[in-house]
């Protein structure tokens, strides 16, 4: 990987104790389990456990990967095309790198566009472009300001002082940090009962936010307010995302370690790693790689460049648990290899399986729509897109950023940008993060289960898709059965029904499923696997269809039917794998696809 090493704390002597493990030979002798398994590029064939902890990228075509490269190619245009002015009469942001992997190989790492651009904003709130002169491109190796990523670092630094026996997830933070039992006589919640757990998991009751910057003095009263913060709800009856958790959980690393933050996470997961790019405070050496942010009038910082973005953190002088990470795609990519690998990449291992598996698992089960580990955010299709699942984990940053690791795919995608260059004000940038997302699973293949070919939905917003099966005219009862793949979120769900008058009126046809009985729409996102379906079709019926109606925003994978086969008793009706068995039926927004 290209760069140099540049996080500004001097050298340390790693603690014994403290220092990451070598990967034994014998840990895992199995190899990679896409190239065993033939999951190579496949959606389809979702893989339990981690790869191998060998597993090491290296460059690849995506057609080597087993990944069809339109959708990759297409992504790629999305997010270039995202660099021109867009409806508000700006880019959405000036520049981007995109970096997809898949099963150990790096098939795609692009830039775009413009790391540095303009010296400020007008009364207008539109930007003054820099000199041609002072404007500097991006590049694959431009170092980002990740923003709330950094959450990532800060969480695998607990994790790994759990694995050292110096925390308990389930103690009392103030075990650790005596001040925070503390708050004031007006709130109603006490905090001394307040885990490491709900720290990580944001369901400590904490506020989203405080202005501590603004509000107190220097760092010592910045970090106290922070630690001694009021509850906002009780603690473990809401999901609530606070930066506030992370700084706590930071200055508790740092307390049970003895060691600040910065180092931590430099010993700790970037040396070992040899995340060359990566630490807090970037040196002035590599300022001319690093992606310019934000034009600030408040705090009057002028143009921010080589420095954190986020207020508190900065107020911290760069380092705090939930900001100030910096680094580029080719360094997240090995985090995210480190992740599907059980925690190791290269020979060295920074956490144990059992600790990953940990981070990973659903920990708010009460709080559905906000899935979350202990420090990563799971299955969010908002910014996941139809790479969303149980087993997908990542986060996000508020500068642009975003890390997509599936670990059921074996894949990842690495979006970041500098979206808030110069105006935090431009818009959000999860239109470009869920086409990155999706166009990576769309990449990976959903095979037909019986021929060639199956009849494919489609991904596209905003519409309902039919597929007619006209029914020879018969007064006897019979039997359909088909294979289906669904993946689709609970919006957009996928309906059979029968008619007996020629198409003019629709009854609902209740189905089986495998052991379940399907008697009305029907979605599953992230199942990921091909399913035995069969119905009873009334006599009399003249046509079944399948409808699938999809709404104004986000997708997943997408729906594929495949063997559809209807009998009268022993007499074949209707077998759409015969060579004229298909000429039939009616496909609207249906198309028979391959993969």
């Given at each position: 990987m290209p760069g140099r090493r540049w996080l500004t704390a001097g050298l340390a002597t790693i603690l014994l104790l403290a220092a990451p493990t070598t990967v034994r030979a014998d840990r895992d002798a199995s190899g990679d389990h896409h190239d065993r398994g033939g999951s190579l590029g496949r959606f389809d064939r979702p893989q339990d456990g981690?790869?191998?902890?060998?597993?090491?990228?290296?460059?690849?075509?995506?057609?080597?990967?087993?990944?069809?490269?339109a959708p990759l190619d297409a992504a790629w245009r999305t997010i270039e095309g995202y660099t021109r002015?867009?409806?508000g009469g700006h880019p959405l942001y000036p520049g981007a790198v995109l970096t997809y992997g898949h099963a150990g190989r790096v098939v795609l790492n692009r830039a775009t566009g413009w790391s540095r651009l303009y010296a400020a904003v007008d009364a207008d709130g539109n930007g003054v472009e820099l000199p041609?002169?002072?404007?500097i491109e991006t590049r694959t190796d431009t170092i980002y300001d990740l923003a709330s990523v950094s959450k990532l670092f800060t969480s695998i630094v607990v994790m790994q002082q759990v694995e050292a026996g110096r925390v308990d997830l389930d103690a009392p933070v103030a075990r650790y940090l005596p001040e925070f039992a503390q708050h004031s006589t007006a709130s109603p919640y006490e905090k001394r009962g307040v885990t490491v757990r709900q720290l990580l998991t944001h369901t400590s009751g904490f506020p989203a936010f405080l202005p501590l910057w603004r509000d107190h003095p220097d760092p010592a009263a910045r970090l106290r307010a922070a630690i001694t913060a009021d509850l906002t709800a009780a603690a473990g009856t809401r999901y609530l995302y606070s930066d506030l958790n992370l700084i706590a959980l930071g200055e508790l690393a740092s307390r049970v370690s003895g060691q600040t933050l910065d180092r931590l996470v430099a010993e700790r997961i970037t040396e070992p790693l040899r995340m060359r790019d990566t630490g807090y405070n970037p040196s002035l050496r590599v300022r001319e790689r690093v992606a310019a942010t934000e034009y600030q009038a408040v705090p009057d910082r002028g143009l921010v460049w080589g420095e954190v973005h986020d207020e508190n953190a900065w107020s911290f002088g760069g380092v705090a648990g939930h900001a100030g990470i910096f680094s580029s795609a080719q360094d997240l990519s090995i985090l995210a290899q480190t992740m599907i690998n059980g925690g190791a990449y290269e020979g060295r291992r920074i956490l144990e399986p059992a600790t990953v598996q940990q981070m990973i698992?659903?920990?708010?089960?009460?709080?559905?729509?906000d899935a979350h580990g202990l420090g990563f955010e799971l299955d969010q299709r908002w910014y996941m897109g139809a790479l969303a699942s149980a087993r997908t984990a990542g986060h996000t940053g508020y500068t642009g950023t975003s890390l997509v690791i599936d670990l059921a795919s074996r894949s990842f995608a690495i979006l970041l940008t500098n979206r808030v260059h110069p105006?935090?004000?431009?818009?959000?940038?999860?239109?470009?993060?869920?086409?990155?997302?999706?166009?990576?699973?769309?990449?990976?293949?959903?095979?037909?289960?019986v021929a060639r070919t199956a009849w494919f939905s489609g991904t596209a917003n905003a519409r309902t898709a039919t597929l007619t099966v006209p029914m020879p005219v018969t007064s006897r009862v019979g039997r359909m059965s088909w294979r289906q793949?669904?993946?689709?979120?609970?919006?957009?769900p996928l309906l059979l029904q029968s008619?007996?008058?020629?198409?003019?009126?629709?009854?609902?046809?209740?189905?089986?499923?495998?052991?379940?009985?399907?008697?009305?729409?029907?979605?599953?996102?992230?199942?990921?696997r091909w399913q035995s379906a069969s119905a009873t079709i009334p006599a009399g019926s003249t046509?079944?269809?399948?409808?699938?109606?999809?709404?104004?925003?986000?997708?997943?994978?997408?729906?594929?039917l495949d063997g559809i086969l209807v009998r009268d008793g022993r007499r074949v009706l209707v077998d759409t794998e015969r060579p004229t068995g298909s000429d039939s039926i009616q496909a609207v927004g249906w198309t028979s696809a391959t993969r």
């Open positions: 981690f790869a191998s902890p060998r597993t090491r990228l290296r460059d690849s075509s995506p057609r080597r990967a087993g990944l069809d490269p002015p867009q409806a041609a002169s002072e404007r698992s659903n920990e708010t089960p009460e709080f559905p729509d105006s935090r004000s431009w818009g959000s940038v999860n239109p470009a993060r869920v086409a990155a997302a999706q166009d990576m699973a769309e990449a990976l293949a959903v095979r037909p289960q793949f669904v993946d689709a979120e609970s919006t957009d008619s007996a008058d020629g198409g003019q009126t629709w009854s609902t046809l209740p189905y089986r499923l495998g052991a379940e009985m399907v008697t009305g729409p029907y979605a599953v996102s992230g199942l990921r046509a079944v269809r399948w409808t699938y109606t999809q709404d104004a925003a986000l997708s997943g994978r997408g729906i594929y």
